[in-house]
């Protein structure tokens, strides 16, 4: 079992560093392979799975199993399944999902984790494992690809973020949790803290989310646009 986990000490500035270091090289696989891109995506769908499946099955090992963290019911938990999803099958929804989620709300988990243990604990191995490599899905996909998000695909995603909101604010109410901070700010600290208190910094991330997933869909669709041919004479 590791120590006890430090915001900004070595284990997460170098967890940080792998995640960055490993974004260039996606894009760049994912532009090799543009012409054919099942089989390399579907390796990476099951390196998904591999590679986060028995870290969670662990988790819920007797002595590991804790209540307020372990149920696999987190975004970023539900991000893993879309992006092994979205690189197997390249449906839109699961791509947008991973986009969405994978390029907003994970790098955010990744600047604050709400973790206690240090490496080589599993929780600390699987919060890692699935946060980096739904990030490396996200640019593998889009930057990659070039499997283009849609204004479509960001409603889909905002409409499911939605529905899962409302479903873990009762849960969390029956099991005594906080999962996905609905019901309160984390304890760790996090920059839900400058959003006032609950549920005020529910509506305010509501809205900054909004505007930046918004913010994230515009560039692509922008291309998209017809250019206008001048007036012949």
């Known amino acids: 079992m590791g120590g006890e986990f430090e915001p900004y000490g070595t284990t997460h500035l170098v967890m940080i560093a792998v995640c960055l270091a490993g974004v260039a090289p996606m894009v760049a696989l994912g532009r090799r392979h543009r012409d054919d891109p099942s089989r390399v995506s579907r390796w990476f769908a099951v390196a998904v ?12 090992l007797p002595g590991n199993f804790d209540l307020e963290t372990s149920l696999p019911i987190q975004l970023c938990d539900l991000a893993s399944v879309a992006a092994a999803i979205a690189l197997w099958t390249h449906r839109p929804t699961a791509v947008a999902l991973t986009y969405y989620w994978g390029l907003l709300l994970t790098p955010q988990a990744l600047l604050t984790p709400a973790l206690v243990s240090d490496f080589p604990d599993s929780k600390f191995l699987a919060f890692w494992a699935m946060h980096i490599l739904v990030i490396w899905a996200a640019v593998f996909l889009t930057f990659g690809l070039g499997l283009r998000p849609t204004w479509s695909g960001m409603g889909r995603t905002a409409a499911i973020t939605a529905v899962w909101m409302a479903v873990m604010y009762p849960l969390n109410l029956v099991l005594g949790t906080n999962y996905g901070f609905v019901n309160a700010k984390p304890s760790t600290g996090s920059f839900l803290d400058l959003l006032g208190p609950w549920p005020l910094y529910l509506v305010f991330e509501a809205l900054i989310v909004a505007v930046s997933w918004a913010l994230m869909t515009w560039p692509w669709t922008r291309r998209d646009r017809p250019v206008p041919t001048p007036d012949m004479p």
């Open 49 to 60: 799975v591999v590679c986060t499946l028995p870290l969670q099955v662990i988790d819920h």
